[in-house]
């Protein structure tokens, strides 16, 4: 895991498709971990262009219906309180939902399916999530670097707590306890410990992410178990300035472009629907959709 930066720098376009749809055990490194055998899984996010135009994400390739939402450990009753039309959305039965005449009671993984959800590990045998028992740790590392400290900490901030209300999952920020890091020096930080989500700010150009990319997730997570065990999310400061450049965006650009990496942080893939927080590219009028909020509830139904 000490190679960590060298690992990242080294993905081409063909490794992260590998990456990204197989789930190759990870070997000495998740051995001297002690966790069981991880594998790794990324999402990867190009800049979006301020001319409208999207730019091509590696990840768009993978969107295939190999990679497809499927029964997990998950347990319907979490969903006791989740709200109506998430409820419905994933055509679960029971109070105050309304069933639909063309859907599947009780599958939700059709549902994420048919509205383009996609998640970032699948295997025949299920997804990979957050098992929803025991509290995420959150570390948040800034580079000493950037040009808006302030705005780094509120939208990471906001996006946390979006992320923890929708998935349910015990997800503990010390705010009180944000780190500064020395120029865009990733080297400096131990990796991410189990049950911890580590996020990390740098600048433009840092060398820790390609050319262009505003965001990159790296997720271990046991093969055996389908279990997600850590993450590591590297935001680009370029997500603020471009926030900023792009004032007809009418929600909060930057707070959704953290939001989108912290969706990748808890397993979801890239949405085939372009309005998702979750597609490859954000549009101008990309939001939390109906299936992002029933896709993230999707994400905190693992049991232990
Ligand atoms: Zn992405």
New binding site residues.
Partial sequence: MSNRKASLRRVSGKQIIKAFTRTTAAGLGCMALGLGCMALAL???PARALDGTEAA?P?DQVLTDSNLFRPTHSDLDWASDLSSDVRSFLTLTGAETTQQANQTDNNPERALNEAGMRPLVSTDAGVALWSNCLPITVSIHLSELLNDTATAKKVTLEALSQIAILTGLDIRVETDNIQTIKGNDLDSLPPAGSREIQLIWVTEGSESLEDHLL?E?ELHYSEAELELRSATVILSDEIISQAADRQRWTGDSAMLSVL??L??SVGL??SLDPHSV?A?SLADEADITLADRSALAYAGTRQC
């Fill in positions: 999402g990867l996010d994400g990840v965001g997730a989108h990496e969706g990748h893939g890239h979750m490859p």
